[in-house]
């Protein structure tokens, strides 16, 4: 397998140093900088806890450049998941508990495209998830990929091949409302055209 190329970044510079120490040691990983010549597969970033500068890093870090983030924290009672998530963050450790295997391990399942996190993380993610489901996106008719039901029956067509007045007849539309419906769908999620907005919906799990 080839080396996972990782950044360190900590609040703490010598927590920094003795990850940065640890990681150079592991033979699966490379350690790089985040912003040098080559780019990282995967970010650490280790913190006491998710203060508001740590969670600016996070966002701006996110808006540069969209690198799967290991997050170590110590501290995540009160933390804002669902904001961690958007940023980036696939996997969060306990930074006082966690052994080097488990944070290899996770490191690893990061830069494959998969996810850790703590059971009991887990269980408060998923409710922040379910809230956010019931009284925003629901109420507005949506699901959590911000589609509307109509909106994912025109894309599941679109995706199995079928022409404009195709689907109009089987959706009992008109065509200009099927046409206003992909119009809609892509300007309001920046989609480049349907073929960018039937892979978005896939991604979501949607269709």
């Known amino acids: 397998m080839a080396q996972v190329r990782v950044a360190v970044h900590s609040t703490d510079p010598m927590g920094y140093v003795g990850l940065s120490y640890f990681l150079k040691a592991r033979p699966e990983v490379q350690v790089v900088e985040k912003d040098g010549m080559t780019p990282p597969d995967v970010i650490v970033f280790s913190t006491e806890r998710l203060t508001s500068e740590a969670m600016g890093w996070l966002r701006q870090t996110s808006a540069d450049r969209r690198v799967p983030i290991v997050l170590m924290a110590t501290a995540l009672t009160d933390a804002p998941l669902l904001a961690v998530v958007e940023c980036g963050?696939?996997?969060?450790?306990?930074?006082t508990a966690v052994t080097g295997?488990?944070?290899?391990?996770?490191?690893?399942?990061?830069?494959?495209?998969?996810?850790?996190?703590?059971?009991?993380?887990?269980?408060?993610?998923?409710?922040?998830?379910?809230?956010?489901?019931?009284?925003?996106?629901?109420?507005?008719?949506?699901?959590?990929?911000?589609?509307?039901?109509?909106?994912?029956d025109v894309l599941?067509?679109?995706?199995?091949?079928?022409?404009?007045?195709?689907?109009?007849?089987?959706?009992?539309?008109?065509?200009?409302?099927?046409?206003?419906?992909?119009?809609?769908?892509?300007?309001?999620?920046?989609?480049r055209n349907r073929a960018h907005a039937v892979a978005y919906a896939m991604r979501a799990g949607v269709i």
Do not use: C
């Not at 949506?142 to 109509?150: D, E, I, K, M, W």
């Not at 599941?156 to 206003?180: C, F, H, M, P, Q």
């Open 156 to 191: 599941r067509l679109i995706a199995e091949g079928w022409a404009t007045d195709e689907i109009a007849k089987e959706l009992r539309y008109s065509e200009r409302t099927v046409k206003n419906v992909i119009h809609h769908v892509t300007n309001r999620l920046n989609l």
């Open 101 to 152: 295997e488990q944070l290899v391990d996770s490191i690893q399942a990061a830069a494959n495209g998969s996810g850790v996190m703590p059971r009991d993380v887990l269980g408060k993610l998923l409710k922040r998830v379910e809230m956010l489901q019931r009284d925003v996106l629901a109420p507005n008719g949506l699901n959590a990929a911000g589609l509307a039901p109509r909106e994912v």
């Open 89 to 95: 963050v696939v996997a969060i450790l306990p930074r």
